[in-house]
């Protein structure tokens, strides 16, 4: 039995969460489109709602990677370490598009959930792998408290999104 044996629950979990929130995600998405044209709403969608959905689907990725039937813990470090440099790779641009989008001011909270602490949480995943050879069980714990800071923080942006454009967006009475 692996280390990685004990943590199959888990991942059930929150791999499950994921993919249905991405559904959702799009969901939502596609209720949004037959509003009437924004301008400058693809830069200000590849700065708050694509990344929604890389986050959940990173979570679905690490579900799947410390599910998988390894034999130890090397290679799905070697995998959640890819998946934490891409991601904080990601997550620069990420800032760099909310910054110089048009459609919307950030404000502290947005850089913290979309910015800060997605960036965190791929930082821990790079880390994690980094120090899986000596301590495994503690590396898990630390993929495990990424995924679910990206879920959590996905989770959040797109309640965040949809109250927005519910409430702040929506078109006045009469106006279509």
């Given at each position: 039995m692996t280390t990685l044996a004990g943590w199959e629950t888990f991942y059930e979990i929150v791999g499950c969460s994921a993919g249905a929130l991405i559904g959702l995600q799009f969901v939502s998405i596609t209720l949004l489109a037959s509003r009437p044209a924004v301008q400058d709403r693809?830069?200000?969608?590849?700065?708050?709602?694509?990344?929604?959905?890389?986050?959940?689907?990173?979570v679905l990725l690490l579900a799947g990677i410390v599910s998988a039937p390894w034999q130890?813990?090397?290679?799905?470090a070697v995998l959640w370490g890819l998946t934490g440099l891409v991601g904080i790779l990601y997550g620069v641009v990420v800032a760099q598009r909310m910054g110089k989008q048009p459609a919307y001011k950030p404000v502290f909270e947005d850089w913290q959930f979309y910015a800060v602490l997605p960036l965190a949480a791929y930082i821990t995943l790079l880390a994690s792998a980094a120090g899986s050879r000596s301590n495994a069980g503690a590396a898990l714990f630390g993929v495990g408290g990424a995924a679910l800071t990206l879920l959590f923080t996905g989770i959040h942006n797109a309640w965040d999104a949809a109250t927005y454009h519910v409430f702040v967006k929506a078109p006045s009475p009469g106006e279509d």
């Open positions: 693809e830069l200000a969608g590849a700065a708050f709602a694509t990344p929604t959905v890389v986050h959940f689907g990173a130890g813990v090397a290679v799905a």
